[in-house]
């Protein structure tokens, strides 16, 4: 079988999100997609959303869509998280299959830094998927994927959320209805 992986904060999840694995899922032939929260950077610019939320966002985006499961290997971890470690605890889980890793042009740009990134191209095939705003070469072994792109981000989404201003549209009805029963990303 053909196993996406495809990590991310997911704060929220939204339809770019959705939209972009599902039609790679389908150009690629992928059998299953395996969405991997990250650990929230403390870093970032607003308050990290506790790992129940996000996790209990992302099951209600999935749900319904075939082939797409959840994995919280990198939030039951301690310490920081390096694919690598997730890509060989992926390997152990689907030692019979083939496995691509869906990543932004952001990450392609930064992969010969990532922590055993010779090692890991032996693990898994990567795929790069591109954004409206990319402009770039793509080289062997990286693939590019053309997929249709709906440019929403969990920035916008919150930022939309703020400023009071519409964003259903940008999330599965049932991850709308969460967000506003836990009054979440509104202070
Ligand atoms: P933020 O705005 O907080 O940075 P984000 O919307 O980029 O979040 P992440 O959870 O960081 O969401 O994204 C995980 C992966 O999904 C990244 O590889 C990112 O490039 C990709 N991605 C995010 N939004 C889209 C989209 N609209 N279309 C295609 N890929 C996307």
């Known amino acids: 079988m053909k196993i996406g992986i495809f ?3 997911f704060d929220p999840i939204h339809i770019g999100h959705i939209i972009s694995v599902l039609e790679v899922k389908i150009a690629f032939g992928l059998d299953e997609v395996v969405f991997i929260p990250a650990r929230q950077s403390p870093h970032k610019e ?6 129940k939320e996000r996790t209990d966002m992302i099951k209600r985006a999935i749900s319904g869509y075939e082939g797409f ?8 971890r301690e310490g920081k998280s390096f694919t690598y470690d997730t890509a060989k605890y992926l390997k152990a889980q689907y030692p019979d299959d083939e496995l691509y890793f869906l990543m932004g042009t952001d990450q392609y740009e930064n992969f010969d830094k990532w922590h055993n990134h010779d090692e890991l ?3 898994m095939n990567f795929i790069v998927m591109m954004r409206h705003s990319d402009d770039m070469e793509i080289s062997a072994p990286f693939i590019r994927a053309d997929q249709l792109v709906v440019e929403v981000s969990s920035t916008l989404v919150r930022t939309r959320i703020k400023e009071g201003l519409p964003y259903k549209h940008f999330l599965n009805e049932a991850v709308y209805e969460y967000i506003k029963e836990n009054a979440l990303y509104e202070a």
């Open 121 to 123: 191209i032996d693990i």
């Open 7 to 9: 990590g991310g904060t």
């Open 46 to 51: 607003t308050m990290p959303t506790a790992n």
């Open 69 to 76: 499961t959840m994995d919280t290997f990198e939030l039951n």
